[in-house]
Structure formats: C-alpha cells, structure tokens
C-alpha cells in the first residue's frame, strides 16, 4: 500500500508544477496583449523665422569730375665719383628745378621731396664687379592749381635740371560734392535694378530696409597721365582729362 500513497503524492505535485506554469504562461501572454505603452510626444519646436524678406541689389554709378588741381612728378639724377659728390651735386640741381618751378608760378608750399636715394654703381662688362661711381635721385612733385600752367611748370622744371617726368596727376578738391552726386546716381541704379527683379517675380516693392555704402575711397582717384614732351620751338600743351569716380551702394528692400 506504501507505493501507492508515494504515486498519488508525485502526481499531486506534478500537477500543482504544471497549473503554476500554466498561471505563468497566462500572465506573461497577458502583458504581451496588453496595450502599448505610449512615450510622451516632445514638443517640436519650428526654426526660428528669417528676417523680414528683402530684395537686394548693388547699384553702381560713375561720373566724370572735372579735375581742379593737378600735381606734376619729376626726378632728378646726378652721378659722381663719390656718393657724397653725387648727393651734393644733386641738391644744387633740386634746388635750381625748384627756383624755376616757382617762378613758373607754383607756391614754395606746394613743392614736396617724394623719395631720396643715392646708390652705387658697377660695371660688369669685365666679368667682375668693378665701382664705377655714385647715383643720386630726388623725386619732386609740384602742386598746380591753375591747370592752364601745367605745360610750363614741366618746362620750368626741365630746364631747371629734371632729367624725368613721371607724370601728372588730376584730382578735385571739392570730393564732398563729387561724392554726394555718385551716390545718388548708385542708388537710383539700385532701384532700377530691384523694381525689374520685382516685376519678374510678381511681387510687390516694398520700402527700403537698409542701404550701405561700398565704395573704396571717398573721393575720386587720381588719374595718372604721362606728361606731354616738350615740344620743339614751344611750350608743353597739356589738355587735363576728366577724373571718373565710380561707387557702389547695396540697398535692401522688404517684399510689400
């Protein structure tokens, strides 16, 4: 009869294994059936806007100026057996260009010492470097106001012991007027230019937001001209040619 009993208890406790996996497998295929846990949703934040919308546009402009002041560069040279000889005989020609050049009507103000330099000299035709004496070179620039008396400034100046004349320079002393006209010639492109951009596009022009200079200079460059040569029996002919001034705005426009 013992065996018996052992059987009937071993069933009993498979039996309890087998409901308690039973309960075990209920369970977890409740949680897999079970709705979804959902995370929060974050917010989303959209970009910052951009600015205002604008059209914008560089306008360009250039004008003739007519020059009122013209400056005139000569060079002189000397060469010598000494540097100190070649600076020395040097200045005594400066000095007479300059007399002359004052005379021809430049003030003694506008008459200014641009480089100075003295170097040596060598002649190589030997095959060796050999000292063959010293240069000396002084580069002037005359100031003329009277634009009628250029030609005889470079003549004075030439007579006077200038071995070279660079050249001549134009400018204007009024660049505030000059400016001024440039500019508002620039803008008046810039609007041309963004009323076309807009028409293309179909849309409406809306008022100006912002204009920026961008011009390099504020005032005309001066031009450079190679001065006329003295002609034979006659005084140098100097026609002044016009000074151009070219500027450039940016100008931006809201989309009305």
């Known amino acids: 009869m013992v065996p018996v009993k052992l059987r009937f208890a071993s069933r009993i406790v498979c039996a309890g294994v087998v409901t308690l996996g039973l309960l075990l497998v209920a369970g ?10 959902r995370a929060a949703a974050l917010p989303i934040q959209s970009p910052i806007a951009a600015s205002t919308a604008a059209i914008t546009v560089t306008g360009t402009a250039t004008i003739d100026v007519t020059p009122d002041v013209a400056r005139v560069m000569v060079i002189v040279q000397t060469t010598a057996s000494s540097a100190t000889q070649a600076e020395a005989d040097n200045a005594t020609a400066a000095d007479k260009v300059r007399a002359n050049v004052i005379k021809a009507g ?11 330099q003295v170097w040596p ?3 190589y035709r030997t095959g060796q470097s050999v000292l063959n004496g010293f240069q000396a070179s002084h580069t002037l620039q005359f100031t003329v106001h009277d634009l009628r008396r250029i030609g005889a400034v470079i003549d004075a100046a030439v007579a006077g012991g200038a071995t070279t004349v660079e050249g001549i320079t134009y400018d204007t002393n009024d660049h505030t007027a000059a400016s001024a006209q440039a500019l508002a010639a620039a803008v008046k492109d810039a609007q041309v230019k963004a009323r076309a951009m807009a028409d293309a596009a179909g849309i409406r022009l809306g008022s100006v937001v912002s204009i920026t200079d961008l011009q390099n200079a504020p005032y005309p460059f001066p031009i450079l001209r190679a001065a006329a040569a003295p002609s034979i029996g006659g ?8 000074v151009q001034l070219t500027v450039s705005v940016q100008v931006g426009w809201a989309i009305g």
Do not use: C, E, G, M
């Not at 977890?28 to 846990?37: C, D, G, I, T, Y």
């Not at 005084?235 to 016009?242: L, Y």
């Open 235 to 242: 005084a140098t002919q100097v026609s002044p040619p016009d």
């Open 28 to 37: 977890v295929a409740a949680r897999l059936n079970a709705a979804p846990v």
């Open 106 to 116: 430049v003030a003694a103000t506008d008459i200014k010492t641009l480089s100075l």
């Open 121 to 123: 000299q060598y002649d």
